[in-house]
């Protein structure tokens, strides 16, 4: 199995930063891909963003596209989200994401940007 733990959420400044990390474990060999997605409250989780680990290519968002980047670790097992110029809308519990034999989540962590 494959274990995901998220850090860095907080609270933010509306046209501020924040980066989130993401550490995986367990059986890290059997990850094909990881990201991101998202839930405000009252709403259904959203993807945010995701990179293939064989190709490498980064998929986003159109909400986030230009404003997030995803990046990753492969020596560390870690992939980390640099969140610029966040807006009110970007508020939520930021999960960790990845296909390992079906879908993995890590617990989340909460992001507030306040306006």
């Known amino acids: 199995q494959v274990q995901l733990v998220e850090s860095g959420g907080g609270l933010v400044q509306a046209g501020g930063s924040l980066r989130l990390s993401c550490t995986a474990s367990?059986?890290?060999?059997?990850?094909?891909?990881m990201g991101w997605y998202r839930q405000a409250p009252g709403r259904p989780r959203e993807f945010v963003s995701s990179?293939?680990?064989?190709?490498?290519?980064?998929t986003y968002a159109d909400s986030v596209k230009g404003r997030f980047t995803l990046s990753r670790d492969s020596a560390k097992d870690m992939v980390y989200l640099q969140m610029s110029d966040v807006k009110p809308e970007d508020t939520g519990v930021y999960y960790c994401?990845?296909?390992?034999?079906?879908?993995?989540y890590g617990r989340g962590t909460q992001v507030t940007v306040s306006s």
């Open positions: 367990g059986r890290t060999f059997s990850i094909a891909s």
């Open positions: 994401h990845a296909v390992s034999y079906g879908n993995v």
């Open positions: 990179v293939a680990l064989n190709t490498g290519i980064t």
